[in-house]
């Protein structure tokens, strides 16, 4: 596609729910990545997967956060029983293996859980 | 190991004055850095990178960030701020080679005064 796309864009939620976001990538790239943005907080890396397989999953921030990437293309982050604490937007980036190693945003998924 | 400093979370200038941002970074390795541009509600887009080319980038906007190895910094100029350069903006830092995690700042809010 013609950049990241990140679906859906707003998503709110009751505590304890599941959720699930997902992420298009640019049509190509290998790389994928996801961040969290808290309100008036700078990037937090949660994941890197390099086509399927996810080599840092360091930044996962418990075990009810997971994520998968199938085909090497589209990404789903799952977070299971919902806390207010998971309020954020959540940030898809992926990067192609030619170029200057930037990354393309897409423009997020603000999730907010009641 | 690599990390990223912004110093000023906030930053407010005149329209038609100096804009600079600060950005110090730290790698054990040769440093990919990047300046992104964040709007309300957007994701992040591209500003310049530096990869080992001219230490001087030019970027869009009329932005440029000058590489100073001696000084491990990268701080974001542009000689005349407009309204339309309100924002927020983050440093990154990267590597060539293997998996390139990207490790970003905390940002910096430009505010632009009329």
């Known amino acids: 596609g013609a950049g990241v796309s990140q679906s859906p864009s707003n998503k709110v939620t009751e505590k304890g729910k599941d959720v699930e976001l997902r992420c298009d990538p640019i049509?190509?790239?290998?790389?994928l990545y996801w961040y969290r943005q808290s309100l008036g907080q700078g990037l937090e890396f949660l994941i890197y997967?390099?086509?399927?397989?996810?080599?840092?999953k360091s930044g996962l921030p418990s075990d009810r956060f997971s994520a998968e990437r199938t085909g090497g293309s589209v990404s789903t982050l799952t977070i299971q029983r919902t806390q207010q604490e998971d309020s954020a937007v959540y940030l898809c980036a992926s990067r192609g293996l030619a170029g200057g190693h930037e990354q393309f945003f897409g423009p997020g998924t603000r999730l907010t859980v009641l | 190991a690599q990390s990223v400093t912004q110093l000023g979370s906030h930053v407010s200038v005149s329209e038609g004055a100096l804009v600079l941002l600060r950005c110090n970074y730290s790698?054990?390795?040769?440093?990919?850095l990047f300046w992104y541009v964040q709007y309300p509600n957007q994701g992040l887009q591209l500003l310049l990178k530096y990869t080992s080319a001219a230490t001087l980038v030019k970027g869009i906007n009329g932005f440029e960030a000058e590489f100073k190895k001696s000084e491990t910094s990268f701080h974001l100029t542009k000689p005349s701020a407009h309204m339309s350069d309100a924002a927020e903006y983050f440093c990154?830092?990267?590597?060539?080679?293997?998996?390139?995690?990207?490790?970003f700042g905390t940002g910096t809010k430009l505010q632009v005064i009329p």
């Open positions: 990154a830092v990267t590597h060539s080679g293997g998996y390139q995690k990207v490790t």
């Open positions: 049509s190509g790239h290998t790389a």
């Open positions: 790698s054990s390795v040769p440093p990919y």
């Open positions: 997967f390099q086509g399927n397989s996810a080599p840092d």
